[in-house]
């Protein structure tokens, strides 16, 4: 048993690691007790504010929804960093190459062959479609093998059916990509700029993606109506549907739209789960623009996932559009090992207002002034 000594020294130890407050002050500056008997304690008592703004700094679930986990270093030391080294040079003058090489035949493949069919085949429209479905899950393979893509796929493969509508969680754009290699899905997504908005406009246009933007009100009308439409046609390809709305970090999986459960149609889940050994995956789109995510990954040793086809799920007598996300959310958390959080993600692209911060600030003041006049 320790003595009262050594537990003396101890504590006086851990207290070398504590701030001194005294040193953040001016100098000349001390801590002056506060008049009367009003102490800090007394406004955490009485202030739910103070106590509510303290748990969100201690506890904040919506923040760590959206943060890329970097790995622990493992090149700490002189027999490990040789390693290291020698496996930079293999990643980035091996590997990378050869990827780039891989998807650059892809693409002279895929749009050797695409353009023909797309323009001399529009007296068929059945024969294009089919064969253009088989070109971007060409292509996508190429992408997924210029990562070293290591996909395992669990449950029967998705068919074509009419009123049915396919949902998963969302970690990155490469969700899309890895599902469109095996099934050629129609896909709801955020328009984007660039390259990757020239593909959307031209590439997967032909299998009747639909796109929008958040921030247009009116496209949430128009995309309700074309949803509609797209799932009573037999021979439309499948519709893919990110209901979480935004990319989440593989951890975690905020609300579901209701959008997607509202239609009348059989849901069918699908968990997507990337093991982070060789990369995060999860794609930052305010920090990271697509094609460094894309370096990212090819530049990695592999990427690997494993992805669930689940049950079809249906409406049940009396449950509303809500609570069915909310069932389909606990089957894919539950499935792919990602906790829920009462979130809506689409608050990462919005700040708070400005009525909201004032009712907050004058909840406050009227709380403090409240208690001064006690005093």
């Not at 701030?19 to 001390?30: T, V």
């Not at 003058?93 to 998807?103: A, H, K, Q």
């Not at 997504?189 to 921030?215: A, D």
């Not at 975690?252 to 009348?264: D, N």
Request: aromatic share 10%.
């Amino acid at each position: 048993m320790r003595s009262p000594a050594k537990l003396k020294t101890s504590s006086s130890e851990l207290d070398l690691d504590r701030p001194n407050i005294e040193d953040y002050l001016p100098s000349g500056s001390a801590i002056q007790e506060p008049h009367g008997k009003l102490r800090l304690r007394d406004l955490l008592d009485i202030s739910p504010i103070l106590t509510e703004a303290a748990g969100a700094i201690v506890d904040d679930s919506f923040t760590r929804c959206f943060k890329s986990n970097p790995p622990e270093p493992w090149n700490w030391n002189i027999y490990l960093f040789p390693l290291w080294c020698c496996g930079v040079v293999i990643r980035y003058g091996i590997l990378f190459p050869t990827r780039v090489l891989i998807l650059t035949i892809g693409w002279i493949i895929f749009l050797s062959s695409y353009i023909p069919v797309h323009f001399l085949l529009k007296g068929n429209d059945k024969l294009r479609k089919k064969l253009e479905r088989c070109l971007v899950e060409l292509i996508c393979s190429f992408f997924v093998a210029s990562w070293t893509g290591v996909v395992k796929y669990h449950g029967p493969r998705p068919s074509m059916r009419p009123k049915q509508v396919f949902v998963a969680n969302h970690t990155s754009m490469i969700d899309f990509i890895i599902l469109e290699q095996m099934t050629a899905f129609a896909v709801i997504m955020q328009k984007h700029p660039g390259w990757v908005g020239l593909l959307q406009s031209t590439i997967l246009e032909s299998l009747g993606c639909i796109w929008f933007n958040r921030s247009e009100s009116k496209d949430r009308e128009i995309v309700a109506k074309k949803l509609r439409e797209h799932v009573q046609g037999a021979d439309n390809n499948p519709l893919l549907i990110f209901p979480e709305g935004t990319c989440v970090n593989n951890h975690y999986t905020v609300m579901f739209k209701k959008g997607a459960f509202e239609l009348g149609c059989t849901v069918c889940p699908i968990a997507i789960k990337y093991n982070k050994l060789f990369v995060d995956a999860f794609w930052n789109s305010r920090k990271q623009s697509f094609t460094m995510h894309l370096l990212q990954l090819m530049t990695s040793w592999a990427v690997v996932c494993d992805v669930w086809y689940l049950e079809p799920q249906n409406l049940k007598p009396g449950e509303t559009p809500i609570e069915f996300a909310e069932r389909v959310r606990d089957i894919i958390s539950v499935r792919a090992g990602l906790k829920k959080v009462p979130w809506d993600g689409y608050l990462k692209y919005s700040r708070p207002s400005p009525k909201h911060r004032e009712r907050k600030q004058q909840r406050f003041a009227e709380s403090v002034l409240r208690r001064m006049e006690e005093k």
